[in-house]
């Protein structure tokens, strides 16, 4: 706001004198024309000349001043900010030069006269702002490579830096695209010196092509288990062709999708399906960019865009590292396990261990095997095969398939948790509720609940309700209620259909369009063995149902969440026949097997795990990575020690500690801060108190340093007024910057000064009134000559 001036009087002794001079002469006047003979126009026009000019001259006698107030010089702070982000770079329209370039050389202190005239009277305090907030002498540091646009940062930091000193303002030189949130969560700016934004840049609206709201999604859809999802935006591609791309970490090409651009401004969404040949942790590289003519493939390098920075970003699927293992109980020998190895013999981070039971028990009979053996031949193998012990007890006659070693599972069902839990899902298959003690029921149901294991029940004679696992810990983790039993199904014709929530779950198709799917369905064999339940449980979804010709749909596949697990129930007993039907079907009930046992494993956690968080601040790019170490029984560890190997995107390796976590036992932190943007791969190695490697994890993320900066590269006036209002100053042009600089002394600041001058000596004031006074003399003298006056 400009400070408003004043008239006043210095020689206030002569008002009386020369108002009495001015009243005599006025008397005079009035006399003298009331002696006229007539009194008409001309007349009055000479009465008024001569009154003006007598009070002009007595103006003169008391000589006024024009004072007023303006900023003291030196007294007063001044704030200079320039932006030297990254989206400084950009290149309008019609430009030959880049907003950065615009402002380096409206900075240059060699051109710049307006910075000087600003010094005259102000204490200059000059600065640059990215991610943060520097002090600079004469901006040689622009750079524009910051990362990103911290204005409300910025500006909130010299406000409080300055808030008990005299600041007469910031002039905020950007573009006006803020990274740190600054359009939400601006303040009321009453405590904010006044701000003068200076934008760089046009208004209108540069050529482009970005890539925006990109994510990645896995599902355990055999065919197609991640799905790369990102926006392409394109202004002033009208008419035009585009080109998304998706390469792998080697460079290779994995999908290209070509886009026919219509209107100046669109919107394309587009998908890509992709299914890694290998586990762990793989990047992935999508870009845009205009095709141009006899192309085909996308042009690196689209001279007719503003910026090149927002077409190409690192994406990251993590794979799991595997191998997952699965615990199969079977109460007796059947197809199903032999259909199930079967088919995960083509997964090979899914390997399945069997535990199946060939006889209930044994009568007490002595047997005779090898010379000097006295116990069952069957049991060899198992341990507590003393001679007492096996002649007093019955026992089941168990078989263990595929095990890891001659120790696991020696004692059949696992008993403590250090042995259960090493498993992620179990799989109890025609298996009553009396093969297992309530102990090993209780610790399966913590492995589930507590250990975050998966569970899954297939149907068979001694399954659910008619294995009597009602009212039991096994029980209450089915999905299903085994209170009461409903009406039987035709054995004759079972079928099995998709529900709403089947079709949704992309593991429960085989198909990836409806179409082809309903006609799988349609050509599916029919089932003869069902375990029959009545409802399911709150919370639990139906993923598939069977029903007969003659009766309603009754629950086939349902699945739930159980605590930090989660478990399924199929009713079906004989999934194995469907493999019997040709050598199609026989793929597809693998492919079965193999999506559902891979849902089933998908989120069980490990001993070590290793998870990249966001940092507090959401502007910020700081990753916290944190370590959760467990033991064998998957109870906290704490006397360990972590260290994490961090791969950047330039190859180098940065090494560093994490240390344990406050409030919280078993978990590490360490703190990492990406310089470059890319992919980052990070190792923790967990080491116990003799430095013997116990375990390791990994995990990836990719960060894309200008993905803020450049999100939005239009100037972004509406922000800049609107924070120029709420501080009390106001939008100032780059062409103004010399005019603003002159007129900011008289502007509203802390701390003023008053100045008075004469009013003769403003310009041009002198001569205009003595010339007035004189011309309005001139003008009575000729009025009274031309009409004969006295």
Request: charged share 25%.
């Amino acid at each position: 706001m400009i400070l408003p001036a004043n008239v006043t009087i210095s020689m206030t002794h002569w008002i009386w004198p020369a108002g009495a001079l001015t009243l005599a002469a006025a008397a005079l006047l009035v006399w003298t024309y009331r002696r006229s003979p007539r009194i008409g126009a001309a007349e009055r026009i000479a009465f008024v000349a001569k009154l003006l000019g007598v009070l002009i001259l007595a103006l003169c006698l008391i000589e006024p001043l024009w004072s007023g107030r303006r900023a003291e010089s030196g007294a007063n702070l001044f704030v200079v900010i320039a932006d030297n982000s990254a989206g400084m770079n950009v290149r309008d329209p019609g430009a030959d030069r880049s907003r950065g370039e615009i402002l380096r050389e409206a900075l240059d202190v060699t051109k710049a006269d307006w910075l000087a005239v600003l010094a005259d009277t102000f204490q200059l305090r000059k600065y640059v702002f990215d991610s943060r907030l520097r002090r600079t002498s004469d901006f040689s540091e622009l750079t524009f490579e910051g990362t990103a646009s911290a204005i409300g940062n910025a500006l909130q930091t010299i406000a409080e830096r300055y808030r008990d000193r005299p600041i007469a303002g910031v002039l905020l030189l950007t573009d006006g695209n803020a990274t740190d949130g600054v359009e939400s969560g601006w303040a009321s700016g009453s405590d904010m010196p006044p701000v003068y934004p200076v934008l760089i840049g046009t208004d209108r609206a540069p050529n482009d092509l970005s890539l925006s709201n990109i994510s990645v999604s896995q599902t355990a859809f055999e065919d197609a288990p991640v799905i790369v999802q990102a926006d392409v935006e394109a202004a002033g591609f009208g008419g035009r062709s585009v080109a998304v791309e998706l390469v792998d970490g080697s460079g290779a090409l994995v999908e290209r999708q070509q886009w026919n651009v219509a209107g100046r401004n669109e919107k394309q969404a587009f998908r890509f399906r992709l299914r890694p040949d290998r586990a762990g942790v793989l990047f992935y590289h999508i870009g845009v960019a205009e095709m141009t003519e006899g192309e085909s493939a996308a042009s690196p390098e689209t001279p007719s865009e503003a910026t090149l920075a927002n077409n190409a970003r690192t994406i990251v699927v993590d794979r799991g590292g595997g191998p997952y293992r699965i615990l199969y109980v079977s109460g007796r020998p059947n197809w199903e396990y032999k259909f199930l190895q079967r088919a995960l013999s083509e997964d090979e981070q899914v390997q399945m261990v069997g535990l199946i039971r060939v006889a209930r028990r044994e009568p007490k009979y002595d047997w005779r095997g090898r010379a000097g053996e006295r116990s069952n031949p069957l049991y060899r193998g198992f341990e507590n095969q003393d001679r007492e012990q096996t002649e007093q007890y019955d026992q089941p006659v168990l078989v263990r398939l595929n095990t890891r070693d001659a120790a696991e599972l020696q004692e059949g069902f696992p008993k403590t948790p250090e042995s259960l839990f090493g498993y992620h899902a179990v799989i109890l298959d025609d298996v009553e509720a009396a093969f297992f003690t309530h102990d090993q029921m209780d610790l399966l149901r913590r492995f589930v609940t507590e250990r975050g294991g998966g569970f899954l029940m297939l149907g068979g004679k001694d399954s659910f309700r008619q294995g009597n696992f009602d009212r039991t810990p096994i029980g209450s983790l089915l999905p299903v209620y085994l209170d009461r039993v409903p009406e039987g199904v035709s054995s004759s014709a079972i079928r099995l259909t998709l529900t709403r929530d089947g079709w949704l779950e992309p593991w429960a198709r085989l198909r990836d369009n409806e179409p082809d799917e309903q006609e799988r369905l349609a050509k599916m064999t029919d089932f003869r063995v069902l375990s029959r339940v009545a409802s399911t449980r709150v919370g639990a979804k139906t993923i598939a149902t069977v029903g007969g010709d003659d009766a309603e749909a009754l629950p086939a596949l349902v699945v739930q969440r159980m605590g930090n697990g989660r478990s399924a129930a199929l009713t079906v007993g004989d999934i194995w026949r469907w493999g019997l039907q040709d050598a199609e079907a026989r793929e597809d009930m693998n492919k079965f097997w193999r999506q559902t046992l891979r849902w089933l494993v998908a989120d069980v956690p490990e001993r070590i795990s290793l998870q990249v968080k966001d940092g507090v601040a959401p502007a910020t790019d700081v990753k916290p990575l944190q370590v959760r170490v467990r033991g064998e029984d998957f109870e906290p560890k704490y006397d360990v020690s972590v260290a994490i190997e961090v791969d950047q995107p330039q190859g180098q390796t940065l090494g560093q500690t994490a240390t344990p976590v406050a409030g919280e036992s078993g978990l590490f932190e360490s703190t990492y801060i990406p310089r470059l943007s890319g992919g980052y791969l990070a190792r923790a190695v967990v080491t116990d108190a003799n430095g013997t490697e116990i375990g390791h994890a990994e995990a990836g993320w990719a960060t894309d340093l200008e993905a803020r900066e450049f999100r939005s590269i239009k100037v972004n006036r509406p922000l800049m007024e609107q924070i120029a209002r709420r501080t009390g100053g106001r939008v100032v042009e780059l062409d103004e910057l010399p005019d603003f600089a002159r007129s900011l002394p008289n502007r509203k600041v802390p701390i003023t000064t008053v100045w008075v001058r004469p009013l003769w000596d403003l310009p041009g004031i002198l001569p205009v009134v003595f010339l007035l006074a004189l011309l309005c003399l001139l003008v009575e003298w000729t009025l009274r000559r031309w009409k004969g006056m006295p």
